[in-house]
């Protein structure tokens, strides 16, 4: 009997643990944050989107049409539309993933260490949704020497509007 009230007691602090109010909140822009079940996820996101973004899976290289995308603009999380990266920092990176030197603010993305497949690698996620976007190396360009190796996928694009820069 003792053992089963054990167990049970566990079963009830494992949720009650990942939903409590006292978890650091992540530094969103606007404290914006997006919160939703896989099978809402599911929903949402298209099988690929879904893989790489909720289960951190990576595109094939030379998959995504924002690999060749040279057009002003800016790039969101196709998750949740979080402004993430800016066509200003994007380079030619030849791996065939979009690259960035930088995010489009401090505060869009959020570094964590990955472990997986026996290298230490940093990935990098949407601050809003937790979404997996890519991996950040310290083998880019000038000014910051970053490499932000990103999944098209994950993300999408939409240009400047040039009435609206001229208006400004
Ligand atoms: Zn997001």
């Not at 049970?8 to 969103?28: D, G, Y």
């Not at 603010?105 to 959020?110: D, S």
């Not at 290298?119 to 910051?144: Q, W, Y």
Request: aromatic share 8%; with cysteine.
């Amino acid at each position: 009997m003792k053992t089963l009230l054990i167990l049970a007691s566990l079963a009830w602090s494992t949720p009650l643990l990942i939903s409590t109010p006292n978890a650091p909140a992540l530094p969103t822009q606007g404290g914006r944050k997006v919160v939703k079940t896989e099978a809402e996820w599911k929903k949402t996101l298209t099988p690929d989107q879904f893989t790489v973004l909720r289960k951190e899976g990576t595109e094939r290289a030379f998959s995504s049409p924002l690999n060749d995308n040279h057009e002003q603009g800016v790039f969101y999380c196709a998750g949740c539309h979080n402004a993430v990266f800016a066509s200003d920092a994007k380079f030619e990176s030849g791996t065939g993933w979009p690259s960035f030197y930088k995010p489009i603010a401090k505060n869009a993305v959020t570094e964590k260490s990955d472990k997986a497949y026996g290298m230490v690698r940093t990935e990098i996620e949407c601050s809003v949704c937790g979404g997996h976007l890519g991996h950040v190396f310290d083998d880019g360009p000038k000014p910051t020497g970053l490499r932000y190796c990103m999944n098209g996928v994950a993300m999408t694009f939409e240009k400047a509007d040039p009435k609206k820069e001229a208006g400004k």
